[in-house]
T-cell receptor, first 109, second 113 residues
Framework: EDQVTQSPEALRLQEGESSSLNCSYT??????LFWYRQDPGKGPEFLFT???AGEEKEKERLKATLTKKESFLHITAPKPEDSATYLC??????????FGGGTRLMVKP | DTEVTQTPKHLVMGMTNKKSLKCEQH?????MYWYKQKAKKPPELMFV???????INESVPSRFSPECPNSSLLNLHLHALQPEDSALYLC????????????FGPGTRLLVL
């Protein structure tokens, strides 16, 4: 059974304080790891797809990396508008997504 | 138009009521999904429609009944729900069954009294 664990559950940062979110996964035959951002009361918004170990993707202040066991979402010099829940998900052989519990990020000005 | 719309935004219903949630997309996507999300929990897949046919049903109780009248519309009919069914119900669509092409709607927040 595919498993995805995200840590920490919640993270409070000061504006400009860089940090990383972790996503550990167990899946038989990874067919993609996905990062989403979700604002309260809204649906998840797709951020990145990673397929193989060593791959990296960047978008503005966010950078996602992937190893054989985990993925990191690095946030550089975050701003209050980066506050959201960040979800990680994996796609296994069944082609459907298994989500992690998410990390709730709060960036204070 | 890269939008998935859902109505209503909020719904309060009693355990004996019958109601429906609606989802619409005009992106030409051929796969549509229902997810359930409890507070501070990740989305859980309920149903997948591919080319208007139900392809995945994740052992969802029969009090939830999906319907796909055409390629742009997806409904979720609700009957005899329980208070523990209160959650955010998310609809999504994708061009194919690849998650990276999946767009989520804003959700319907359901409260069952």
């Amino acid at each position: 059974e595919d498993q995805v664990t995200q840590s920490p559950e919640a993270l409070r940062l000061q504006e400009g304080e860089s940090s990383s979110l972790n996503c550990s996964y167990t899946v038989s035959g990874l067919r993609g790891l996905f990062w989403y951002r979700q604002d309260p009361g809204k649906g998840p918004e797709f951020l990145f797809t990673l397929y193989s170990a060593g791959e990296e993707k960047e978008k503005e202040r966010l950078k996602a990396t992937l190893t054989k066991k985990e993925s990191f979402l690095h946030i550089t010099a975050p701003k209050p508008e980066d506050s959201a829940t960040y979800l990680c998900a994996v796609r296994g052989p069944g082609n459907m997504l298994t989500f992690g519990g998410g990390t709730r990020l709060m960036v204070k000005p | 138009d890269t939008e998935v719309t859902q109505t209503p935004k909020h719904l309060v219903m009693g355990m004996t009521n019958k109601k429906s949630l609606k989802c619409e997309q005009h992106m030409g996507h051929r796969a549509m999904y229902w997810y359930k999300q409890k507070a501070k929990k990740p989305p859980e897949l309920m149903f997948v429609y591919s080319y208007e046919k139900l392809s995945i049903n994740e052992s969802v109780p029969s009090r939830f009944s999906p319907e796909c009248p055409n390629s742009s519309l997806l409904n979720l009919h609700l009957h005899a729900l329980q208070p523990e069914d209160s959650a955010l119900y998310l609809c999504a669509s994708s061009q194919d069954l690849r998650p990276e092409t999946q767009y989520f709607g804003p959700g319907t927040r359901l409260l069952v009294l």
